[in-house]
T-cell receptor
Framework: GAVVSQHPSWVICKSGTSVKIECRSL??????MFWYRQFPKQSLMLMAT?????????EQGVEKDKFLINHASLTLSTLTVTSAHPEDSSFYIC?????????????FGPGTRLLVL | AQTVTQSQPEMSVQEAETVTLSCTYD???????LFWYKQPPSRQMILVIR??????QNATENRFSVNFQKAAKSFSLKISDSQLGDAAMYFC?????????????FGQGTILTVHP
C-alpha cells in the first residue's frame, strides 16, 4: 500500500496561536487530499476536500477562515488552525486519494493530536 | 445522500475464532467502492479490504474476507483465526464512483475486542 505522513504527531499550543499541520503522500501523487477530525471513540468527520492547485471545498459547518487548507503540490497539503481555542483540541487526520496502482483507494496519515491550552 | 450503518457498536471474539462485522449502506449509485478500515489504539487508519461494486466476486485478503450483497446493500467483514492484533475499531466506508473526488462516507464504527 501507499504511505502518507503527517507532521507533527503531537502539538500543544496556547489559545490564540496558529498551528500548521502537514500531510504528505510519500510514494504517490495525490491530486486530492482530505482532512478529518475525530473525537474519541467516534467516527471520522470530514472537514474539507483539498484539490491540488485549487481552493479547498469545506463541509457544511466548518469555518474556512479558521481552518485554512493549502494543497500546493501533488504530494503536500497543509491545514492551519488559526487563532486556536480549547474547543479546537482534537485529533486531526489527513488522507490522500490514490486512483492509480491499486485502484481507487484512500490512504491515511497517522494523525495529529492538538491540545489548545 | 449516501449513508453507512454499522449496527454493532461493540463485538468480541476469542482468539483463533471467527467474527463477522456488519455494515449496510444506502445509495442510488451503481458505480461505487466499499472499504473496511481498521483503527487500532495508535489511531492510525489502516486499509483492511476494498471491494468494487461492479465485481461480483467477494474480496479476500488473507484472514479477512467480505460478504458483498449488492441487492441488499450489505457489506460484512469476516475475520478468521482472530489474533490479538486484530483488536481495534473497524470502520466501513463507502465511496461513490465517477466524479465524486473520492469522498468517503464512514459508518459509526465497531469496537472489536479479542480475548486470549
Amino acid at each position: 500500500g501507499a504511505v502518507v505522513s503527517q507532521h507533527p504527531s503531537w502539538v500543544i499550543c496556547k489559545s490564540g496561536t496558529s498551528v500548521k499541520i502537514e500531510c504528505r503522500s510519500l510514494d504517490f501523487q495525490a491530486t486530492t487530499m482530505f482532512w478529518y477530525r475525530q473525537f474519541p471513540k467516534q467516527s471520522l468527520m470530514l472537514m474539507a476536500t483539498s484539490n491540488e492547485g485549487s481552493k479547498a471545498t469545506y463541509e457544511q459547518g466548518v469555518e474556512k477562515d479558521k481552518f485554512l487548507i493549502n494543497h500546493a503540490s501533488l504530494t503536500l497539503s497543509t491545514l492551519t488552525v488559526t487563532s486556536a481555542h480549547p474547543e479546537d483540541s482534537s485529533f486531526y487526520i489527513c488522507s490522500a486519494r490514490d486512483s492509480g496502482r491499486f485502484g481507487e483507494t484512500q490512504y491515511f496519515g497517522p494523525g495529529t493530536r492538538l491540545l489548545v491550552l | 445522500a449516501q449513508t453507512v450503518t454499522q449496527s454493532q457498536p461493540e463485538m468480541s471474539v476469542q482468539e483463533a475464532e471467527t467474527v463477522t462485522l456488519s455494515c449496510t449502506y444506502d445509495t442510488s449509485e451503481s458505480d461505487y467502492y466499499l472499504f473496511w478500515y481498521k483503527q487500532p489504539p495508535s489511531r492510525q487508519m489502516i486499509l483492511v479490504i476494498r471491494q468494487e461494486a461492479y465485481k461480483q466476486q467477494n474480496a479476500t485478503e488473507n484472514r479477512f474476507s467480505v460478504n458483498f450483497q449488492k441487492a441488499a446493500k450489505s457489506f460484512s467483514l469476516k475475520i478468521s483465526d482472530s489474533q490479538l492484533g486484530d483488536a481495534a475499531m473497524y470502520f466501513c466506508a463507502y465511496q461513490a464512483g465517477g466524479t465524486s473526488y473520492g469522498k468517503l462516507t464512514f459508518g459509526q464504527g465497531t469496537i472489536l475486542t479479542v480475548h486470549p
